[in-house]
């Protein structure tokens, strides 16, 4: 499949989406796919998708593939400008914008620590410990929530604890840099790049706490299996957003994180989310 076909199939596909009402969090879901890889199918990035990835898609929204195929047929080769949509470049040389979440697009989680503690008895540094104790291998994905789960049901005697469930209670919406995403995504492709644990990211923009965008990249450390500051996951954030290091803008808490990033040849901004419109007004400043 030539480029002009992959782009037609793409666009195919993603209306077919948006008429049966689904985000792609959602069709992801449901047709059992991870996120970058429906992004990318979207916009033509993959030139040669799997006909079984193509077929779960087909399937989840009931379209059948000689519909899809056709459409790559009839649209000849004059279909790619209807297809894709040019985006800015900053004055700064920025094409692509990526964000943490915790610390950045939502208040971080502490109260989560807090209601635990009243639930259970148990102080709140022994709860905070126990939890920093698991969360790298939970982010990376080696331990699945279950696991997780119980552990620390067993640790502070309860009979159950669903920490997702608490996360998302706890966790706030930072409302200047929703509307900052938001923006952005019309004019630059954008991207998460988050140390997270598995399924948070969909169920937090179901549930509004993250805006719900076509993002250009999600980065989810708990399905790449690797978290930052570690290498391998500036990689593969910078193989998903497929532009010169120099290009990329990456937002964050974390100054480890940031000074990892700045070493792959990133741009870096520190985000603090005690002053919130500070930090978005330097980040319109830098995509100007």
Not at 36 to 59: N, Y
Not at 206 to 211: E, H, N, S, V
């Amino acid at each position: 499949m030539g480029e002009t076909s992959s782009l037609v199939l793409g666009k195919a596909l993603q209306s077919a989406r948006q008429l049966a009402g689904l985000t792609q969090q959602e069709l992801c879901q449901k047709a059992n796919l991870s996120y970058s890889t429906l992004a990318k199918i979207e916009r033509g990035a993959i030139k040669t998708p799997s006909v079984f990835t193509v077929k779960s898609i087909a399937d989840v929204l009931a379209i059948s593939m000689d519909d899809l195929l056709g459409a790559v047929v009839d649209s000849g080769g004059g279909a790619t400008k209807a297809t894709t949509k040019q985006k800015k470049t900053s004055a700064g040389g920025v094409s692509f914008l990526y964000l943490d979440i915790n610390g950045c697009l939502v208040r971080f989680f502490h109260g989560a620590f807090t209601q635990l503690s009243h639930e259970t008895g148990v102080p709140s540094d022994v709860i905070e410990s126990t939890f920093w104790h698991y969360n790298d291998a939970v982010c990376r994905g080696e331990m699945p929530m279950e696991e997780f789960n119980k552990i620390l049901s067993k640790r502070f005697g309860k009979d159950a604890i669903d920490w997702t469930s608490y996360y998302m209670q706890a966790v706030e919406p930072i409302k200047e840099t929703h509307d900052l995403l938001t923006w952005a995504a019309k004019n630059y492709r954008v991207g998460l790049l988050s140390n997270i644990m598995p399924g948070f990211i969909t169920e937090m923009i179901t549930k509004g706490l993250l805006p719900d965008i076509d993002y250009d990249a999600i980065i989810d450390s708990s399905e790449v299996a690797a978290i930052k500051p570690e290498t391998d996951i500036y990689k593969i954030a910078q193989a998903e957003a497929g532009v010169d290091p120099s290009e990329i803008l990456f937002v964050d808490d974390s100054r480890t994180n940031l000074m990892a990033a700045e070493r792959m040849g990133w741009k870096v901004m520190w985000f603090d989310d005690y002053r919130p419109e500070d930090s978005v007004a330097r980040i319109y400043q830098s995509l100007e």
